[in-house]
Nanobody
Framework: QVQLVESGGGLVQPGGSLRLSCVAS????????MGWYRQAPGKERELVAT???????MYADSVKGRFTISRDNYKNTVYLQMNTLKAEDTAVYYC?????????WGQGTQVTVSA
């Protein structure tokens, strides 16, 4: 079955950096687009960034210039490099894919930006 396992979250000070990783199994990784979403307390889940099988990327306006999504097809892993973090980036971050039209989500990893 499809599994997405995130890691790399934690507590970081404003202005700091974190790199999230998501390892996928149960899919032909190189053929599938991948994405990162986040959900802050009391808010709806929102799209952060996506990367296609052809390595095209898209970002939410709120993270453009600060976050970078990338993928390693040899490791079945998608990354989210987050720089210049702000308090408003605090959320649970989820990995996402949609092979064959069905949604799959990881369990989420908590990112907390606080002094």
């Amino acid at each position: 079955q499809v599994q997405l396992v995130e890691s790399g979250g934690g507590l970081v000070q404003p202005g700091g950096s974190l790199r999230l990783s998501c390892v996928a199994s149960g899919i032909i990784f190189r053929l599938n687009g991948m994405g990162w979403y986040r959900q802050a307390p009391g808010k709806e889940r929102e799209l952060v960034a996506t990367i296609t099988s052809g390595f095209s990327t898209m970002y939410a306006d709120s993270v453009k210039g600060r976050f970078t999504i990338s993928r390693d097809n040899y490791k079945n892993t998608v990354y989210l490099q987050m720089n210049t973090l702000k308090a408003e980036d605090t959320a649970v971050y989820y990995c996402y894919t949609k092979p064959g039209g069905k949604d799959y989500w990881g369990q989420g990893t908590q990112v907390t930006v606080s002094a």
